[in-house]
């Protein structure tokens, strides 16, 4: 069965399915029972969704909750964007696969809002909608070059090697080069890095596709560079996952000492913050362990602070990225918190032949769904959908959002736990 009929299947399937009226009136003043028949959908099948599903379960004894997906399995970023050599993070789908085990609960795949079905025929056929379909594209850096071959944002080289349908003909050439280039120093960037850097023989143990593990059997890079605008104080990564890739085996840790003088608002950042102090330890630590510890056969991870990228130069094909032209950078305004990187007109080429952007991901608006194309958020009011980007927007009745297309691509799996537990406390208030 060819995708187009499958879709079609899949659509009047759900369609035959959904409740064809709704339980009860939501009119101002009236007194939703949690005895009352409620019939809600979950656009979106990752951990927002999930986590949103088992709270309103839980929170409304005769919910009859429809998750539905655009792919045909659920766990959207536990199964896709979650590293494979981090298999502890993924154990939270035994928690998902116990909600949709139950009764009151389904599933319904292969299923695209927006072309498939509408969200005003979603909210037309149940009494509440809460959007959950996060973050599936990628911001732009905006320079030139960025459309040469060999260029590719992090999402699109994780969903690779994860096996997702979207990316499995990406293909990266691993083989051409031995330098790569990682755009971003948070805790995405350095998944991309560690799995282009870690022994082949551990990744086997792994559930990394077959045909990405292939791929990095024959890969030749030996040199992998992380590059930041600011400096390792202000490192977006966390401890636990900066310990990890600084501890590879056969990789020697490249940090100039420069970049780890600190200037008085770094300290009062160090100071105001334990994962930042933990993080400029780490860092401070390898610098001292690695220095004049070489090996030629090691490998090699390069922490490039105080640079930004301006443009990418063609190899002698002129269409495959060779350079990354970097400009040095300086911290402007000295506030804490909130020091923002320079340029100070001095620039650098770095070579190399692979280039992965890990710049942050970027929901996708829907049609006729209000959308801030500035934030990359559907604009709601603790999870209840506004009908316009202004604070003065009317809330939209029965439409709600969570996760990423809520608060924007932010936090760690179990944020998303939180962000669900808001929304689903205003929904059933407000019901």
């Given amino acids: 069965m060819g995708r187009e009929r499958l879709l079609h299947h899949a659509t009047r399937r759900l369609l035959l399915l959904l409740p064809r009226s709704r339980g009860f009136s939501s009119s101002a003043g009236a007194a939703a029972s949690s005895r009352e028949p409620l019939h809600v959908c979950v656009v979106g099948s990752g951990p927002a969704g999930f986590y949103t599903a088992d709270k309103m379960l839980k929170g409304h004894e005769e919910a009859q909750v429809d998750i539905i997906d655009r792919l045909p399995t659920p766990f959207g970023l536990v199964r896709s964007g979650v590293a494979p050599d981090h298999p502890e993070t993924k154990i939270v789908v035994n928690q998902f696969s116990r909600v949709a085990a139950n009764g009151r609960c389904s599933f319904y795949g292969n299923v695209t809002v927006g072309s498939d079905v509408s969200v005003s025929e979603l909210q037309k056929i149940y009494d509440v909608v809460v959007l959950a379909y996060g973050a599936e594209s990628d911001r732009s850096l905006g320079i030139p070059g960025e459309d ?36 971003g120093q948070g805790n995405v960037a350095l998944d991309v890095a560690r799995i282009l850097l870690r022994c082949t023989s551990e990744l086997a143990a792994t559930d990394i596709a077959d045909y990405a593990f292939d791929a990095l059997r024959g890969n030749t890079i030996r040199k992998v560079y992380l590059v930041g605008r600011r400096g390792p104080v202000q490192a977006a990564c966390t401890a636990k996952e900066l310990r990890e890739i600084l501890g590879l085996k056969n990789v020697r840790v490249c940090i100039k000492e420069a970049d780890l003088v600190t200037s008085t ?18 860092l401070s630590k390898a610098a001292t362990a690695h220095k004049g510890n070489i090996s030629n ?135």
């Avoid at 071959?149 to 003909?169: K, L, T």
């Avoid at 608002?265 to 780490?282: C, M």
Wanted: charged share 25%; proline share 4%; hydrophobic share 40%.
């Fill in 265 to 282: 608002a770094d300290e009062e950042e160090i100071r105001n913050s334990r994962i930042q102090r933990r993080v400029y330890e780490l």
């Fill in 297 to 431: 056969d090691q490998k090699e991870l390069h922490f490039v602070f105080f640079r930004r990228p301006i443009r990418f130069l063609p190899a002698e094909d002129g269409s495959t990225v060779d350079v990354v032209q970097l400009e040095k950078t300086c911290l402007k305004d000295g506030v804490a918190g909130k020091q923002v990187a320079v340029g100070t007109g001095e620039f650098e080429d770095l070579k190399c032949g692979l280039v992965l952007k890990s710049i942050g991901y970027k929901s996708l608006p829907v049609e006729g769904l209000p959308f801030d194309n500035y934030r990359g958020v559907v604009p709601n009011l603790k999870g209840r959908v506004l009908s316009s980007e202004s604070e003065n927007g009317t809330v939209e009745s029965g439409l709600y959002v969570v996760g990423w297309l809520k608060r924007g691509p932010t936090g760690i799996v179990a944020t998303n736990l939180h962000c669900a537990e808001e929304t689903v406390c205003i929904l059933l208030r407000f019901l």
């Fill in 148 to 183: 040469l071959r060999g260029i590719h944002s992090a999402r699109e080289f994780v969903w690779w090697y994860n096996g997702h349908p979207d990316m499995c003909n990406l293909a990266p050439d691993l083989q051409s080069t031995d330098s790569a280039v990682v755009l």
